[in-house]
């Protein structure tokens, strides 16, 4: 057998750690059961182990460095340098040793077999992963909120470049996810879906709380003093809302059923809320008269917070 220390790939000062690593290495590689048929693999196979059995163990190794044995283990002028490492038998014949595992086993106590055992669980793996599903693909959607809200239809372009409409639920909310089947990475064990995750844009009006549309009205001061019909936005269209004479900035109106479908003859609300705007520039006489108006009727709004 040629020298040791070159079978394993090692100087003749590396220490027991290097030794073992360099081992355990070529084990995994050359093990038979990783070679099936491969005669000059499990030769090899049996030289790196011999070497390993040699070096591993500090007093054959010191008598190697002093020559008193040869690259077997064997007395000088004794074995011939072709004897079999292992007696005469296969790769599966080493001996034991009388701890139970295999002379200068650099597993402790598993051996060969804790290396066959980690290489079939990688190969395992890798046959597991062979047949695994492709994976699932992810895709950002926006949509109207007006849309999200009544559900419509949006086309999407995949990565494979096929375009495809999918159906947006009436009452979709932020981040509501919607699966196609089959649309995803493709892989030996079947194909991965798509997942549509919706982000609905925001209104200019309107805002949603669960199921609900709330929208801020503005008012005159007029049609807040006198009352009026005004129209306000739904999701659906116009409609015309009374406010009361006499209405107050904060004052909210319940428009029920203008809110988020639920399903069938089933929707949320909508919740108005008015606010009393100023004109741009007070007209003198309107100043006037409320001067006047305040020297004879004057209240406080604010009493009522303890100001």
Same mark, same amino acid.
């Given at each position: 057998m040629r020298d040791p220390y070159q079978i394993l790939g090692v100087e003749k000062s590396a220490d027991a750690a290097a030794i073992k690593s360099a081992y355990r290495k070529l084990a995994?590689?050359?093990?038979?059961? /990783?070679?099936?048929?491969? $005669?000059?693999?499990?030769?090899?196979?049996?030289? /790196?182990? +011999?070497?390993?059995?040699?070096?591993s163990d500090p007093a054959k190794r010191a008598r190697f460095d002093r020559g008193e044995v040869d690259a077997q283990g064997n007395e000088r002028g004794f074995a011939g340098a072709g004897a079999d490492p292992f007696g005469g038998g296969g790769w599966r014949s080493r001996p034991r040793s009388s701890s139970g595992g295999m002379g200068g086993d650099p597993f402790a106590s598993g051996g060969f077999d804790e290396i066959f055992a980690e290489f079939m669980g990688q190969q395992r793996g890798r046959? $597991?992963? +062979?047949? *695994?599903?492709?994976?699932? /693909?992810t895709y950002a959607l926006a949509v109207p909120f007006v849309e999200a809200a009544l559900g419509g239809k949006r086309r999407v372009t995949l990565a494979s470049g096929k375009t495809i409409d999918v159906t947006v639920p009436p009452g979709t909310d932020e981040g509501h996810k919607l699966r196609l089947r089959g649309q995803g990475e493709e892989g030996a064990g079947g194909t991965g879906d798509a997942i549509i995750e919706i982000h609905v844009e925001p209104h200019p009006y309107f805002t949603r709380k669960d199921n609900d549309i709330n929208l801020e009205v503005p008012v005159s001061l007029p049609e807040a003093i006198l009352g009026a019909n005004i129209k306000v936005p739904t999701l659906d269209g116009h409609v015309s809302v009374k406010v009361a004479a006499g209405a107050s900035s904060g004052t909210v109106l319940r428009l029920k059923g203008k809110g988020i479908p639920l399903g069938k003859d089933k929707q949320g609300d909508m919740f108005v809320k008015l606010k009393i705007v100023m004109p741009d520039t /007070?007209?003198?006489?309107? +100043?006037?008269? *409320?001067?006047?108006? +305040?020297?004879?009727?004057?209240y406080d709004p604010r009493k009522k917070l303890g100001w």
């Open positions: 995994k590689k050359l093990h038979p059961d /990783v070679n099936p048929g491969r $005669k000059d693999i499990e030769q090899k196979f049996k030289e /790196v182990t +011999a070497a390993y059995d040699l070096l046959h $597991k992963s +062979a047949n *695994m599903r492709g994976g699932d /693909v /007070v007209p003198d006489d309107l +100043a006037e008269f *409320m001067e006047k108006w +305040a020297k004879k009727n004057t």
